[in-house]
């Protein structure tokens, strides 16, 4: 089965340490991204890449680190500068092309709720 | 700065009714449209989306419709059933795939 696996599921960590969350895919896909969603607001860009070995900081990277160095893994690092860290994060992935075509869809893992204690 | 709204936080109907989602965006530039769907603590799936050189794509019970000049975009499912109880994310995306979300509207619907 094609999909996106992250793990694990439920994560708790106290405060200070840092915590990395794992993302994988197996659909061949170019792009990945990570969210976060916090209550009441929709998912906010964190980090994403559109080929290995290359990323770029989306809209709230602060205290976030990531690396790709496969084509089917993108694992985030929550490090102890990030302010707020409990939140559920979302990694997903698509297929990297121009805009009017399919390939802006981005298929969602399960997602990974952290807390910080 | 939130560039697409769902200014409805909930929103119920009867089984069998019609729903209609909205959703507002702000940045002009965004040239690529998508509803997502989603259940508690799973992660978002694709619902439908649309180009912004249409203005309506219908996929069996879900229509999307899409307004340019009032930046508006409306997700209709018709009829309700209540499966279709979950959270929907509007999302637009501009041309290098970056996509932002909305805040989501939890539909639902009542037997």
């Known amino acids: 089965d094609g999909g996106i696996t992250q793990s694990p599921k439920y994560l708790f960590r106290k405060e200070g340490q840092n915590v990395t969350l794992s993302c994988e895919q197996n659909l061949n896909h170019d792009a990945m991204y990570w969210y976060r969603q916090d209550p009441g607001q929709g998912l906010r860009l964190i980090y994403y890449s559109q080929i290995v070995n290359d990323f770029q900081k989306g809209d709230i990277a602060e205290g976030y680190s990531v690396s790709r160095e496969k084509k089917e893994s993108f694992p985030l690092t929550v490090t102890s500068a990030q302010k707020n860290p409990t939140a559920f994060y979302l990694c997903?992935?698509?297929?990297?092309?121009?805009?009017?075509?399919?390939?802006?869809?981005?298929?969602f893992g399960p997602g990974t709720r952290l807390t910080v204690l | 700065d939130q560039q697409v709204k769902q200014n409805s936080p909930s929103l119920s109907v009867q089984e069998g009714r019609i729903s209609i989602l909205n959703c507002d965006y702000t940045?002009?530039?965004?040239?690529?449209f998508l509803w997502y769907k989603k259940y508690p603590a799973e992660g978002p799936t694709f619902l439908i989306s649309i180009s912004s050189i249409k203005d309506k794509n219908e996929d069996g019970r879900f229509t999307v419709f899409l307004n340019k000049s009032a930046k508006h975009l409306s997700l209709h499912i018709v009829p309700s059933q209540p499966g279709d109880s979950a959270v929907y994310f509007c999302?637009?995306?501009?041309?290098?795939?970056?996509?932002?979300f909305g805040a989501g509207t939890r539909l639902t619907v009542k037997p």
């Open positions: 999302a637009a995306s501009l041309t290098n795939n970056d996509m932002r």
């Open positions: 997903a992935s698509s297929v990297a092309g121009t805009s009017g075509h399919r390939s802006n869809e981005q298929f």
């Open positions: 940045n002009s530039m965004f040239d690529y």
